[in-house]
């Protein structure tokens, strides 16, 4: 039977401090650092110990987790001072479950070993409001005794995980669910304005295309938010270009022809210098919306999305 770890948490941003709270509703003991003082007040709020850094924190905890939001800040945050491999006692382990590049997640994987410390990747998929109730998909890289060790964390926080190799191979996969991800919310944003010109109902169109083989996880999901006009996917546009980017590295890598992310990229860069690289991700839609002056709405549907 597995001795239950405790963890410091760095990061509470839209995903990060929903996966915590599940930690701490699971009955983890969990060491918090963000930035923003008003996230880790909501974690303490829920049973958290603060910190006033990620060293401090990792110390404290024994092991660390981070959710963060590039490879440049989950860099800075393990090795700058007061970083969690001056925290991190050897034989500890780093848990990350921001979203890397394979290169970026082996580099500061062997950072971390030559400090004594063992890692495990673990981006997860499936969206912020599963994260909220524990039902998001974790996406593990790493050696499976470490795996083994971490798995009642990871399932206090994820409906499903999956081994998919050694560190690495979860890059591979989460950048490969984002790219299909993107591709899917072009494509339906394109489907539900044809329907609109098309003279249908837009509520009774998307139940039909749920119904259908034309049917994706995020047309259920993201377009309900399109049809609100609320968008509020908790993802941003600077967010699915750092994503689509990892997918076309990955491309040139393996040398292969990629036709669809090049091209949903490029609209994607088109949002962002309309939008802001602020805004919400679904957004993506709004390009088409503006460019024939017509909203895609329909009665009915959320704000946010519900577990």
Partial sequence: MSTRENYAFVGLGHLGANLAASLLRNGFVVIVFDRDPAAVERLVALGATAATSPAEAAAQAGNAITCLPSPKVSEAVL?????????????????????????????????????????????????????AVGKITALVGGDAALYERHRPAIEAMCAKSFLMGPVGSAAVIKVITNMLAFIHLVAAGEALMLAKQGGLDLAQSYHAIVASSGNSFVHETESQLILNGSYDIGFTMDLALKDLGFALAMGREFRLPLQLAPLVSEIFLMGKQEYGGGAWSTQIVKLLEDAVDMDLRAPGFPAKLES
Avoid: F, Q, Y
């Fill in 79 to 131: 090795t700058n001072a007061g970083g969690l491999l001056e925290g991190l006692p050897r034989g500890g382990s780093w848990i990350e479950m921001s979203t890397n590049g394979r290169d970026e997640i082996l580099r500061l994987a062997a950072l971390a070993a030559a400090k004594g410390i063992e890692t495990l990747e673990c981006p997860v998929t499936g969206g912020v409001h599963l994260a």
